[in-house]
C-alpha cells in the first residue's frame, strides 16, 4: 500500500540549540489509527505541528497526499491543509460563535469569504453538520454559544469542525488531556467510532499509555526528538513503556488496573 | 532555634530609604511649581469668597428665556459627537488590525501605523481644533475633523490591545484548517472583538460629546461658541443656562451608554 504521509529525516530546531526533533522518518498508511507517546518536551506536539506546517520544520521532508507540505506556496499549503483536520488540546473554538456555526468553520476553506459571512454555505454542509452534532450527542446545543459548553462538549464541537473538513488525514495533540476521566472516555471513544467510520487516518498525541493500548492501530514512542519505539500496541512491554519514560516516570498516566501505576510510581522522585 | 533571633520579622524586603526618598521627590516637585510659578495659596484662598460673589450676582438666576434658541447648538453639538465617532471607529478598527501582531505580521507595517496613530492621539484635541480653524476658518467642519483625528487616535490603540488580547489558540485552528487571512479576521478575530468593540466605542462617544461641547471656545462650532460670545457680551445668566444644558447633555449621553452596555456586553 502506498504511503498516505512519509517524513524523512524530519528535524526542528528552535532559537539557536533546542533541537526538538532529532531527525524523524516514519511512514504512515490510509487507514491507521496511531498514537504518539513520550515524556513532557519530547518533541509529541512539536512533530504533529510540523505535518500542517503550524510549526515550520527546519528540515526534512513531509510528503503528504504525494505533496511536499515544506516546500508549499502559501495559497498551496492552504488548500492542502483544508485536507488536514486538527483537534487541540484546548479545544480552540471562537467562543461567543454558536455551536453550529463553529461546526461549520470547518468547511471555511471551500466556501467564498461573502458566502461565509452569509452563512450561504452548501445544504449537504449544514446537513451533516447537524448530523455529526448528532452523533456526539451536541444536538440540543446546536444553537448555544460555544463558551456555554463544558470542556468535553467543546472538545466533540471540535471534532465534528475537523470532521466536517472531510480530511483524509485527522491530527489530534492531546485532545483529552484537558478534560476529567469521563469526558476523557466519552471523547476518545467517539474519537475513534468516527474516524473508524470514515475510514480516517489519525495521529494522535497522548499522554495516557492506557488509552493507546486500547485505541492504536500502531503506537509511536518519542523521547528526546527521536523515535525510540515503533509498532503494534501488543509489542509495547511494560519495560519498554519504562524506557520511553526513564526519568519522567511521574509523567506517566495509567489506570490502576495495569498493575503498573505501582511499580512505577515508586521511581518517582 | 534561638527566639531571639525572631524577635523582629519584616514584613518588607524593600529598605525604607527607597520609599522615603520617592516621597521627597514627590513632594519637592509640588514645591518647585508653587514657587517657580508665584502661586499664592493666600490669594487664592482670599479670593474665593469674592469669586463666590460674583458667581451668585453675575451668573444668578440662570436666564432661561432663550432656552428653545439653543436646541440647534445642542444638536449640531451631539451631531459632531455621532458623526465623529462613527466615522472614526471605521478608521481606527483598520489601524487596529495593522497594529496587532495578531492581525498583521508586517512589522515595519505595525510600526508606521502605531507611530503616526500616536501622533494623532497625543496632540490634544483643542490644539488640532485651533489649528484646522487656522486652515479651514471657523465653523463645524473644523470640530468634527479635529474629533475625529484625535478619537482615530485614541481608538486604534484601544483596539489593538484588545485585537492583541485575543488568544492566538482560536485564530490557531481556523489557520490550521486553511481558512483565507479575511476569512480568520471575520470569522474568529472580530466575533471575539465585539464586547471590546462596543464598550471603546462608546466611551469614545462620551469623550466626545464633552469635547465638542468644548471645542465652540477656538470658534469650531457647537454649543461652546454660545457660551463664548455670551460670556464675552456679559451675559452671565444666560452663559450659565447653557452650562446647565451641555451638563444635562452629558449625563443624558452616559445615562444612555451605560444602558446600552449592560444590555450588550
Ligand atoms: N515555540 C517554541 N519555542 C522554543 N522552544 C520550543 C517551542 N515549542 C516547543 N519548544 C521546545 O521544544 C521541545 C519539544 O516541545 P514539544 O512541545 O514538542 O513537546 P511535547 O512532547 O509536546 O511536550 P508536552 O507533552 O509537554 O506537550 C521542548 O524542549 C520545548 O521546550
Ligand atoms: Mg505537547
Known amino acids: ?269 | 532555634m534561638n527566639n531571639k533571633t525572631i524577635h523582629k520579622i519584616p514584613l518588607d524586603q524593600r529598605d525604607s530609604k527607597r520609599t522615603f526618598t520617592v516621597v521627597a521627590a514627590i513632594f519637592a516637585m509640588l514645591i518647585f511649581s508653587v514657587v517657580y510659578l508665584k502661586i499664592s495659596f493666600i490669594d487664592m484662598f482670599m479670593g474665593l469668597p469674592s469669586f463666590v460673589m460674583f458667581f451668585f450676582e453675575k451668573f444668578f438666576p440662570p436666564n432661561a428665556e432663550n432656552l428653545k434658541q439653543y436646541i440647534p447648538s445642542v444638536v449640531d453639538t451631539l451631531g459632531y459627537a455621532v458623526i465623529s465617532t462613527y466615522i472614526s471607529t471605521i478608521i481606527a478598527f483598520i489601524f487596529g488590525i495593522l497594529i496587532s501582531e495578531n492581525t498583521n505580521k508586517f512589522k515595519t507595517l505595525r510600526v508606521i501605523t502605531r507611530g503616526f496613530v500616536s501622533i494623532l492621539r497625543n496632540i490634544p484635541f483643542i490644539i488640532w481644533g485651533a489649528l484646522l480653524v487656522y486652515i479651514f476658518g471657523i465653523g463645524g467642519i473644523v470640530g468634527v475633523l479635529a474629533l475625529i483625528l484625535v478619537t482615530i487616535g485614541f481608538l486604534s490603540k484601544s483596539y489593538a490591545e484588545s485585537i492583541d488580547e485575543i488568544s492566538g489558540d482560536k485564530l490557531e485552528a481556523l489557520r490550521a484548517n486553511g481558512s483565507s487571512y479575511f476569512q480568520i479576521l471575520f470569522h474568529g478575530v472580530i466575533p471575539q472583538f465585539v464586547p471590546a468593540w462596543i464598550n471603546w466605542t462608546l466611551f469614545a462617544f462620551e469623550i466626545n460629546v464633552r469635547a465638542s461641547a468644548v471645542l465652540g471656545l477656538v470658534g469650531a462650532g457647537g454649543i461652546g461658541v454660545l457660551i463664548d460670545t455670551n460670556i464675552n457680551l456679559f451675559k452671565y445668566e444666560e452663559a450659565f443656562s447653557i452650562i446647565a444644558v451641555i451638563v444635562m447633555i452629558i449625563l443624558l449621553t452616559e445615562l444612555v451608554t451605560n444602558s446600552i452596555r449592560k444590555r450588550f456586553v
Open chain 1, 1 to 269: 500500500m502506498k504511503p498516505l504521509l512519509t517524513i524523512k529525516n524530519l528535524v526542528k530546531v528552535y532559537g539557536k540549540d533546542t533541537r526538538a526533533l532529532n531527525g524523524i522518518s516514519l511512514d504512515f498508511y490510509p487507514g491507521e489509527f496511531i498514537v504518539v507517546i513520550g515524556p513532557s518536551g519530547a518533541g509529541k506536539s512539536t512533530f504533529i505541528r510540523c505535518i500542517n506546517r503550524l510549526v515550520d520544520p527546519s528540515e526534512g521532508a513531509i510528503i503528504f497526499d504525494g505533496q511536499h507540505m515544506e516546500k508549499l506556496s502559501w495559497r498551496k499549503l492552504r488548500k492542502e491543509r483544508s485536507k488536514i483536520g486538527m483537534i487541540f488540546q484546548h479545544y480552540n473554538l471562537v467562543g461567543r460563535t454558536n455551536v453550529i456555526k463553529n461546526v461549520l468553520h470547518g468547511q471555511l476553506s471551500n466556501v467564498p469569504l461573502y458566502k461565509s459571512l452569509l452563512g450561504l454555505y452548501r445544504y449537504e454542509d449544514k446537513k451533516e453538520a447537524v448530523e455529526l452534532l448528532k452523533k456526539v450527542g451536541l444536538q440540543d446545543q446546536i444553537y448555544k454559544r460555544a463558551d456555554e459548553l463544558s470542556g468535553g462538549q467543546m472538545q466533540r464541537v471540535g471534532i465534528c469542525r475537523a470532521i466536517l473538513q472531510r480530511p483524509k488525514l485527522l491530527l489530534a495533540d492531546e485532545p483529552i488531556a484537558s478534560l476529567d476521566p469521563l469526558s476523557a472516555n466519552i471523547v476518545m471513544q467517539q474519537l475513534h467510532t468516527i474516524s473508524q467510520e470514515k475510514k480516517l487516518t489519525c495521529i494522535v498525541n497522548l499522554h495516557q499509555v492506557d488509552y493507546a493500548k486500547k485505541y492504536a492501530t500502531r503506537i509511536i514512542g518519542i523521547k528526546k526528538g527521536a523515535v525510540v519505539f515503533d509498532g503494534a500496541p501488543s509489542r509495547l512491554t511494560d519495560a519498554m513503556i519504562r524506557d520511553i519514560y526513564e526519568g519522567k516516570e511521574s509523567q506517566l498516566k495509567l489506570k490502576g488496573e495495569s498493575g503498573m501505576q505501582l511499580a512505577v510510581g515508586q521511581n518517582d522522585e
